[in-house]
């Protein structure tokens, strides 16, 4: 009765949906945006054979290489991840949701509901040459059963193969969150470095992770703060891209943990392997040698992330901030205190870069061998028709399988590397280097020059530190330049403060100020066991309180209002009863028996004596909160206040110790932070944030 009720129907082709795979199992595929998706079908129908198409996704950090089916990450390190055109799905008893069928499967299944809707055949039987049959019962129940013994990848377990699934023809008939695209105008742009180690939460992600899920949390804040100025296309969206600098302190060209390791003790080898990857960061940075590996790392790594974002997005107009978490604010904090603004020592620096680059204009295989110390492998490249274009195309796999020992073959690899960021740099950099004849600003022409490449070698030189009343005692290395003037700079659970002591320098200049950089804001939780204030250091003499940052949803925390209430009544209920009983002693003590006043006059006389030490109390506090509110904290923020700290959540009041460590890594996931960050930039734009809705 159900096969004549259905009868036939119009086919109506389905609707494809583009996936991919987050890790390599395959339950773990997630939908691009409605519409990135529809740009990679759109660039599939206009894909001609034999062709590549190469599609940016994810506001450009991606790209899919639509003929390889696979997603190449543009701006750091990461293996490429598979992308899949889906259009049917499958659920076992044990899946968390829907997963993806491969294409070739998905096309079968698709030639089958086809012809079974066109002619009215239902409970067809579609058997696959792995063993799997599918039945088509209706359009609304289809299920897929697996062969008893059949070994198949798909199955988690034994037990699961007598089990059917459950199949679903197009994502409209399946839950899935589809993430909401990403708009197309970036307004500003912010580079986040991080800290010691290679795990920047207590989940030990990756930087790339935790910067992606501050880059969630900031647009979902934009879409409920900034609705109106988001309609009226004020507002686009903000990108942070992380600046990893561990991997090449820690990677084979410095040889340092080969060399750790081999002093390690072999006693708790896990404790020292964390101590090794992790702590020993802190005194690198304090050695000259290492000290200039991080700081070439990072600033070369931003100048490349800043020139490639830029390539990318012809029309940012933005500018630019930069974000450092522990340590790594400390290393942006030395790297904006040595930047330069004279044209002079700009150019000076820029043929220094040039210089240690140590490349020619034109230069052959010859010559750059020559260079290395590679001279007798020039015949077996030669061998194989090689040219230095020829040879930076290759791979180490390739260098290797003709003969190419591991040592020489890291030198060919650096080499290539850094001819590379040369030659993706020179066409841009020949303009920047070349200041504007009709620009009415002499500063933009001065930013012109302001570009370094990395330094193959360390070196050491005089560090300036004439803004300061004492040397703060750092390493004397050569300090890199960006080739940008930052906008702001903000510092995650900062030991500046604590670094700063211990080099020496007992109190910053008010008059003191960034060369190139006139905002920074030191961010920190309560609790946080390695962060320290900066305040203090400018304006010794005055008790401040740090500022203290909103909840994201406009109010103050409950457990901190309640704390502060009962706070203020204990002393307003302290300042009565001494007063009261002050009273009392002065007219016991100071009067004679037979002269004490009536009842009506003491009375009186305790009223009055009440409210002079109230008027006097009030007036205190209103001068001090004035004082606060008018006290300038040196120009180092502008004038403004530096130190702003976050409301503990109310867990984290039982018991400060035990959130401790937590608290330094909470800065990637808080709204509250991020909100703040948010509206330093969009201050300057002229956007009014909203009242988020609770």
């Known amino acids: 009765m159900l096969d004549v009720d259905l009868g036939r129907s119009t086919y109506e082709p389905v609707q ?12 773990d595929w997630l939908p ?55 259009t049917w799905f499958f659920k076992g008893n044990d899946d968390p949701r829907y997963m993806p069928y491969p294409e070739s499967f998905s096309d079968n299944l698709e030639d089958a509901y086809m012809i079974a809707v066109t002619l009215g055949e239902w409970k067809r039987k579609l058997e696959f040459p792995t063993g799997e049959t599918v039945i088509l019962h209706n359009p609304k129940h289809i299920m897929q059963y697996q062969p008893i013994m059949l070994a198949d990848d798909w199955v988690s377990s034994p037990s ?41 939460d207590l989940r030990f992600r990756s930087i790339i992770q935790c910067v992606n899920d501050f880059r969630s949390t900031a647009l979902s804040l934009l879409s409920s703060h900034c609705r109106l100025a988001r309609e009226e296309g004020r507002v686009g969206r903000v990108e942070f891209l992380p600046v990893d600098w561990h991997s090449a302190l820690h990677g084979d060209a410095t040889g340092v943990d080969e060399s750790i390791q081999r002093i390690t003790l072999p006693s708790i080898s896990r404790l020292r392997h964390f101590t090794n990857d992790t702590l020993l960061d802190l005194f690198f940075y304090n050695s000259p040698t290492y000290c200039q590996t991080i700081l070439d790392t990072v600033v070369t790594e931003v100048n490349r992330l800043h020139s490639l974002f830029c390539f990318r997005h012809p029309a940012f107009k933005g500018q630019v901030s930069l974000v450092g978490h522990s340590l790594g604010s400390l290393i942006l904090f030395d790297l904006l205190t040595n930047q330069k603004t004279n044209s002079d020592d700009l150019e000076q620096e820029r043929k220094n870069a040039c210089s240690d680059l140590g490349f020619p204009d034109k230069e052959n295989l010859e010559d750059a061998l020559g260079r290395l110390g590679l001279e007798k492998y020039i015949p077996i490249l030669k061998n194989q028709e090689m040219d230095l274009d020829s040879l930076s195309l290759c791979t180490e796999t390739e260098l290797e399988r003709i003969g190419i020992p591991l040592g020489p073959r890291k030198k060919i690899l650096d080499l290539v590397s850094r001819r590379k960021i040369l030659k993706d740099h020179k066409a841009r950099m020949a303009a920047m280097m070349m200041p504007s004849l009709d620009s ?25 530190y004439k803004y300061f ?27 500046i403060g604590m670094f700063l002591t211990v080099r020496g320098l007992k109190r910053i200049d008010p008059d003191y100020n960034f060369p190139t950089c006139k905002a920074f804001f030191n961010i920190y939780h309560p609790f946080d066991p390695v962060a320290y204030r900066i305040e203090p250091m400018i304006v010794p003499d005055a008790e401040v309180e740090p500022m203290l940052i909103p909840h994201h949803k406009g109010r103050k925390r409950m457990h901190l209002e309640l704390r502060e209430s009962l706070t203020r009544m204990g002393a307003d209920l302290k300042n009565n009863v001494i007063g009261s009983l002050r009273t009392a002693w002065q007219s016991f003590s100071r009067l004679p028996v037979a002269a004490l006043p009536s009842v009506e006059e003491a009375v009186c006389a305790g009223v009055e004596t009440k409210t ?26 502008g004038g403004r206040r530096i130190d702003y700290v976050l409301q503990e959540a109310p867990i984290e009041s039982f018991n400060e110790y035990l959130f401790a460590i937590q608290s330094h890594l909470c800065y990637w996931e808080s709204e509250d932070t991020a909100l703040l960050l948010l509206k330093e930039i969009y201050e300057q734009r002229g956007v009014a944030f909203e009242q988020s809705p609770s």
């Not at 008027?615 to 904290?633: C, F, H, I, N, Y």
Request: charged fraction near 25%; aromatic fraction near 8%; include cysteine.
């Open 16 to 27: 494809p949906h583009w996936f991919y795979c987050r890790r390599a199992n395959d339950k």
């Open 32 to 86: 691009f945006s409605l519409e990135d998706s529809i740009k990679l079908e759109d660039a599939l129908q206009n894909l001609k054979k034999g062709e590549e198409s190469v599609v940016a996704v994810e506001g450009g950090r991606y790209d899919v290489r639509l003929t390889e089916r696979l997603r190449y990450a543009v701006y750091w390190d990461q293996a490429p991840s598979e992308v899949r055109r889906c």
């Open 160 to 200: 699961e193969q007598t089990r059917p699934r459950t199949v679903k023809r197009g994502i409209e008939n399946i839950a899935v969150d589809i993430p909401e695209g990403e708009p197309q105008t970036v307004d500003h742009l912010v580079f986040m470095v991080h800290g010691i180690g290679p795990a920047c």
């Open 440 to 464: 009415a600003d002499p500063n933009k022409a001065n930013a012109a020059h302001r570009q370094s490449y990395l330094r193959t070698h360390s070196t050491t030189s005089a560090v300036d």
């Open 469 to 495: 009343d004492v040397g703060i005692g750092q390493v004397s290395i050569h300090y890199p330049q960006l080739s940008f003037h930052p906008h702001s700079f903000f510092a995650f659970g900062s030991p």
């Open 612 to 637: 002079s030490e109230t008027l006097e109390t009030e007036g205190s506090e209103e001068g001090s909160v004035k004082e606060d509110k008018d006290l300038k904290m040196g120009m180092l923020n």
